[in-house]
Antibody, heavy 120, light 113 residues
């Protein structure tokens, strides 16, 4: 069974850094693209970017390029999303997302979500 | 970016009745080499992550009840719930994967009348 288990909720101050995680299991981690989707409070879904853990090839949506960093550690089958300097507008639920085979850009499996709250 | 527009924003349907959600893309999402449309539908229940219902516009994901069906081609697509059940109360999203970045519709909230 494919599972994506995300790290817990975070409360941070503006300007702080943060790295959240997503551990994949039940499949060959290095063979599927995995990425992140943002959902701001009461809003819709936004595709942030994806990474192929097999070779660390990373693709960002233009809106998120330079704003976040996506990475993966295949030795522990975990993907990451990190910020170097959080803003209040980063407050959102962040979902880890595994794509289907063959690099079709939709989400076959979702993590449970990590709520990030940025407030002074 | 391809803009995805859903209609209506919300709808209330009686139990057992049909619910129809529309999704329009700003350009065709027909993947010509496969002759398939690069469109999915997700269901998001309150407090839960989204769940994949349909891909390639009309292929039901394994385990999804057959009261859910997808149709359409090119730029106009429809998700139909043939007989609404209480557990179908949710927000439904379409998403295109024809072009990068992938883009979502704004969502349609389905409630019980």
């Amino acid at each position: 069974e494919v599972q994506l288990v995300q790290s817990g909720a975070e409360v941070k101050k503006p300007g702080e850094s943060l790295k959240i995680s997503c551990k994949g299991s039940g499949y060959t981690f290095t063979s599927y693209w995995i990425g992140w989707v943002r959902q701001m409070p009461g809003k819709g879904l936004e595709w942030m970017g994806i990474i192929y853990p097999g070779d660390s090839d990373t693709r960002y949506s233009p809106s998120f390029q330079g704003q976040v960093t996506i990475s993966a550690d295949k030795s522990i089958t975990t993907a990451y999303l990190q910020w170097s300097s959080l803003k209040a507008s980063d407050t959102a639920m962040y979902y880890c997302a595994r794509l289907p085979p063959d690099y079709w850009n939709y989400v076959a499996y979702w993590g449970q979500g990590t709520l990030v709250t940025v407030s002074s | 970016d391809i803009v995805m527009t859903q209609s209506p924003d919300s709808l209330a349907v009686s139990l057992g009745e049909r619910a129809t959600i529309n999704c329009k893309s700003s350009q065709s999402v027909l993947y010509s080499s496969k002759n398939k449309n690069s469109l999915v539908w997700y269901q998001q229940k309150p407090g839960q992550p989204p769940k994949l219902l349909i891909y390639w516009a009309s292929t039901r994901e394994s385990g999804v009840p057959d009261r859910f069906s997808g149709s359409g081609s090119g730029t106009d697509f429809t998700l139909t719930i043939s007989s609404l059940q209480a557990e179908d109360v949710a927000v439904y999203y379409c998403q295109q994967y024809y072009d990068t970045p992938p883009t979502f519709g704004q969502g349609t909230k389905v409630e019980i009348k």
